[in-house]
């Protein structure tokens, strides 16, 4: 009988061949039987690929390994067919998402408010049926048939929908499916449980998603980077495993729902080679931050919710035209810097990071906190807010409240060292609003239009000057002396007038910070 370690380890290794990129679903088919078991037979599949002899311990043994210069590891592992059938079966997600789908969403929301939990009182179900549905819009090709929002008692019983409104549901798919080709249905919950899930695929023949697989298929989308795809496939995986431990508590094994113990053993091989170069990432990154504290560079972290306007502001600070912001839900996975310059020409670099959203489960989001402590480690903070939006209170304190929660766990849970950099709230799109707020500590502007940038700046280099411990000094130097050439190279000079007490010397506006300053005194006086 052949071993099934080689086999195992060649499961592993099996990259996702230009042939075998395909559709997981190339419109969505809904299988009863198929539920988060996603795959069957694969051991004879991979024995075909082992006597075929398209893969060997080589590859394997390639694959987990880095080059010598420290970058990601080959990144094949990623591309795994039975991995992504796996996932299909579990998410109803698959990576060709060129073909079209007609979605219907239903926003179910508690009828009292009272019993709603993790919800705040000022959002309303409109709200979060739109941002339902900018979800849906965030993917090409995937339009929303119909939307609309259900009351409940509790979101948490197994149907989910009480008898009558299962009557009126099944009414209108069969409606869509004949007016509009009906493909996937949308709960807008955090997540389904798999038996929640199970019974409305049964009654209503489609395929479910909940907001946890439509964020990772926007996710894949956005996904372009090394480090972006390493954090999306790290954050499918704690759904697959929720969903297989909710199947084989709520399924007998004579229906055969559980994972099988090849598929565990890809999932738990996966995993570990995910944390094993997310790790790796995160070494990279406190490299990356201990040369800009070198520099000695000031870190500006701009945050907020997504498409609040974080890229668009960053590239009105910074004018740079390499920079392309789209009006998307996170178009923005990687955190990546910017230079920028202050009003006293002092030298900067803005960090734009990925965008936060509600109602999304811990799971999901705690696989991008790499990424977010480089906004925890900033100097100042810049929290983007979109005033246009009817939730614009209820994101701001999502968002604050996330920030302090990262803020402990980057200090290691010591909440003497857990403190916020300073935080400069800003009002976007204020172009956008007939009724600007009054509130008077907030700045207003427009990064598309470009107003109100010159008291965020002056705030920004303020801000900056406090807590970097540097300060504005007027300086008399020796006209092109080694002074002069000094302070160009190792502060930021406001401007030079000459001496007019002295033609031979220069007035140097300068700003430096108490160490810089300490060196010229040390090298010139």
Not at 72 to 80: E, N, P, T
Not at 391 to 410: D, G, I, K, P, Y
Not at 436 to 446: E, G, K, T
Request: proline share 4%.
């Amino acid at each position: 009988m052949t071993s099934l370690r080689p086999l195992m380890r060649l499961a592993r290794a099996l990259p996702l061949r230009p042939a075998m990129v395909g559709v997981l679903h190339s419109r969505f088919k809904y299988t009863q039987h198929q539920g988060v078991k996603g795959i069957r037979n694969r051991k004879s599949f991979f024995e075909a690929q082992m006597q075929a002899g398209q893969h060997g311990d080589e590859d394997y043994e390639d694959a987990e390994r880095g080059d010598s210069n420290g970058n990601l590891a080959d990144m094949r592992f990623l591309d795994d067919r039975a991995y992504d059938e796996v996932a299909g079966g579990a998410m109803r997600i698959s990576r060709d998402i060129a073909s079209a789908q007609q979605v219907l969403i239903l926003q179910p929301y508690v009828k009292w408010s009272a019993k709603r939990q993790n919800t705040p009182s000022d959002v309303r179900p409109e709200d979060q049926l739109a941002e339902a549905s900018a979800l849906i819009h965030s993917l090409p090709n995937w339009q929303v048939a119909k939307a609309l929002k259900v009351p409940l008692e509790s979101l948490e019983r197994k149907t989910l929908f009480g008898s009558g409104k299962m009557v009126e549901l099944k009414a209108l798919i069969a409606d869509l499916r004949q007016e509009k080709h009906l493909t996937c249905l949308f709960v807008s919950k955090g997540t389904l449980s798999f038996a929640q899930k199970r019974f409305l695929e049964a009654e209503f023949r489609l395929p479910v998603m909940d907001r946890y697989s439509v964020v990772i298929q926007i996710l894949r989308l956005h996904a372009t980077t090394a480090e972006a795809r390493l954090q999306v496939a790290m954050a499918e995986l704690p759904y697959i495993w929720s969903q297989a431990k909710d199947a084989s508590v709520t399924q007998t094994r004579r229906q055969g729902y559980s994972l099988t113990d090849l598929q565990k053993e890809i999932l738990r091989t996966r995993e570990r080679k995910l944390r094993a170069e997310l790790d790796r990432v995160r070494r990279q990154r406190q490299l990356l931050r201990q040369k800009r504290k070198q520099q000695n560079y000031p870190i500006v972290a701009v945050v907020g919710y997504t498409n609040a306007g974080k890229t668009s502001l960053i590239k009105a600070l910074t004018v740079e035209d390499a920079l392309q912001p789209r009006n998307q839900l996170f178009a923005t996975l990687d955190v990546t810097a910017h230079a920028g310059q202050l009003p006293c020409n002092l030298q900067v670099i803005y960090m734009d990071t990925v965008g936060f959203m509600s109602d999304l489960p811990t799971g999901l989001f705690e696989c991008f906190v790499a990424t977010l402590e480089d906004a925890m480690l900033a100097d100042v903070i810049v929290h983007v807010q979109d005033l246009s939006h009817p939730c614009h209170a209820a994101q701001r304190s999502h968002v604050e409240s996330t920030l302090r929660s990262l803020a402990f766990n980057v200090s290691g849970g010591d909440p003497t060292t857990s403190q916020l950099p300073p935080i400069i709230n800003v009002y976007n799109k204020c172009d956008l609003v007939s009724q600007p707020s009054s509130d008077a500590a907030v700045h207003h502007i427009s990064a598309r239009a470009q107003t109100g940038l010159e008291p965020l700046l002056a705030d920004i280099e303020e801000q900056i000057l406090a807590a970097t411990g540097r300060r504005k000094l007027q300086m008399r130097v020796p006209s092109g002396g080694p002074e002069m050439a000094w302070l160009y190279k190792n502060a930021a000079v406001v401007d030079t007038v000459a001496d007019e007490a002295n033609p031979n010397r220069l007035m140097m506006h300068v700003v430096i910070s108490h160490r810089t300053l300490d060196q010229f005194k040390r090298e010139f006086l």
